[in-house]
T-cell receptor, first 116, second 111 residues
């Protein structure tokens, strides 16, 4: 069964460093998403991406964050200068059609980011 | 701020019993509703989606939606210890593709 994959599974970084989290969405899906979950808290939406551009972003997704689809398979989230409060589990998700056709989103296993 | 609210639990149920989970949402224009299961340290795993008022059954799971009351629920029949997890209610608001999640209800099924 097709699934969303993410690398790395764990990332430890120093405050102020740049990190890139990588995702491979399900191959025929058109919509891609990043969510994060701080330990013990809700899953929070960060950004959605369609047709090589951001379609929606949350207040969390400020200038420190960026997303890119560098090739036909990968979808990346970059945090330019990490802060302690960026420590969280980051989930990539993808959906086939988006809201027009019913938008079940399938989640990857996550990257646990720890900022020291 | 569009909210999705769930009782955090834990909801403790004996093995074989029915677990009943509830979720309310504030965005009246919401169209799509999802239940995800999340084991500790793992990613959300889709259990069911529901789009229309009424009941939808899939195996041991039944989702119920009442848009007038802005309420969605999940029933787990014949609960098994492997059902012990946090159940997340997620709502697609009136505009956009994002999912807004509730805080989850932790379910403990005791043998």
């Amino acid at each position: 069964e097709p699934e969303v994959t993410q690398t790395p599974s764990h990332q430890v970084t120093q405050m102020g460093q740049e990190v890139i989290l990588r995702c491979v969405p399900i191959s025929n899906h058109l919509y891609f998403y990043w969510y994060r979950q701080i330990l013990g808290q809700k899953v929070e939406f960060l950004v959605s991406f369609y047709n090589n551009e951001i379609s929606e972003k949350s207040e969390i997704f400020d200038d420190q964050f960026s997303v890119e689809r560098p090739d036909g398979s990968n979808f990346t989230l970059k945090i330019r200068s990490t802060k302690l409060e960026d420590s969280a589990m980051y989930f990539c998700a993808s959906s086939e059609f988006g809201r027009a056709r019913g938008e079940t989103q399938y989640f990857g296993p996550g990257t646990r980011l720890l900022v020291l | 701020q569009k909210e999705v609210e769930q009782n955090s639990g834990p909801l403790s149920v004996p093995e074989g019993a029915i677990a009943s989970l509830n979720c309310t949402y504030s965005d009246r224009g919401s169209q799509s509703f999802f239940w995800y299961r999340q084991y500790s340290g793992k990613s959300p795993e889709l259990i069911m989606s529901i789009y229309s008022n009424g009941d939808k059954e899939d195996g041991r799971f039944t989702a119920q939606l009442n848009k007038a009351s802005q309420y969605v629920s999940l029933l787990i029949r014949d609960s098994q210890p492997s059902d012990s997890a946090t159940y997340l209610c997620a709502v697609n608001p009136a505009a956009g593709n994002k999912l807004t999640f509730g805080g989850g209800t932790r379910v403990l099924v005791k043998p």
